[in-house]
T-cell receptor, first 112, second 114 residues
Framework: QKEVEQNSGPLSVPEGAIASLNCTYSDRGSQSFFWYRQYSGKSPELIMSIYSNGDKEDGRFTAQLNKASQYVSLLIRDSQPSDSATYLCAVPPSGGYNKLIFGAGTRLAVHP | EPEVTQTPSHQVTQMGQEVILRCVPISNHLYFYWYRQILGQKVEFLVSFYNNEISEKSEIFDDQFSVERPDGSNFTLKIRSTKLEDSAMYFC????????????FGEGSWLTVV
């Protein structure tokens, strides 16, 4: 059973701080990794994708991937109250499967 | 910006009834999906669809469920003989290509079975 694990939180950070969200995955063959943001009662919204080891930056967001450690993270710089949401890590399993396996998500609360 | 649209946004149905959830994927996308999320739980894959046939399905997607692309734009999920445990948010999604390509989600259809 392929697993994607996240700390459920809540992760509480003050406005302007860096929020660090972590995800581990069990399938060593996975090649692509996605971070989605989900507001309560809403659908997952893609934030970032990452395919190669290292860092990938997009505005205030940085995704970090370490395939050897089977670890992917999302950093949110200058956190804003509007960033308060659940962040979902999603990984397609290896073997040609056309689907995403989601983690349970980490709830982020940014307080003013 | 193109988006995946779903109807209805919320449906209440009696146990044992049939429900059809409808989706219009992004127009140039070729791969279509249904996911569901029971309240407070993970987003779970149900089925993927390509070239007018199911390409993959999860163990959740049993004979109670079916999908169809009845015309060039709509993609539907039918749930027969609904059960209380089918109550969930059902998300339609689409992508241009498979295997890790970006998947875009619709706003969801909230199904309540009473």
């Amino acid at each position: 059973q392929k697993e994607v694990e996240q700390n459920s939180g809540p992760l509480s950070v003050p406005e302007g701080a860096i929020a660090s969200l972590n995800c581990t995955y069990s399938d060593r063959g996975s090649q692509s990794f996605f971070w989605y943001r989900q507001y309560s009662g809403k659908s997952p919204e893609l934030i970032m994708s990452i395919y190669s080891n290292g860092d990938k930056e997009d505005g205030r967001f940085t995704a970090q991937l370490n395939k050897a450690s089977q670890y992917v993270s999302l950093l949110i710089r200058d956190s804003q109250p509007s960033d308060s949401a659940t962040y979902l890590c999603a990984v397609p399993p290896s073997g040609g499967y056309n689907k995403l396996i989601f983690g349970a998500g980490t709830r982020l609360a940014v307080h003013p | 910006e193109p988006e995946v649209t779903q109807t209805p946004s919320h449906q209440v149905t009696q146990m044992g009834q049939e429900v059809i959830l409808r989706c219009v994927p992004i127009s140039n996308h070729l791969y279509f999906y249904w996911y569901r999320q029971i309240l407070g739980q993970k987003v779970e894959f149900l089925v993927s669809f390509y070239n007018n046939e199911i390409s993959e399905k999860s163990e959740i997607f049993d004979d109670q469920f079916s999908v169809e692309r009845p015309d060039g734009s709509n993609f539907t999920l039918k749930i027969r003989s609904t059960k209380l445990e089918d109550s969930a948010m059902y998300f339609c999604a689409s992508s241009e290509a498979p295997l890790g390509n970006t998947i875009y989600f619709g706003e969801g259809s909230w199904l309540t079975v009473v």
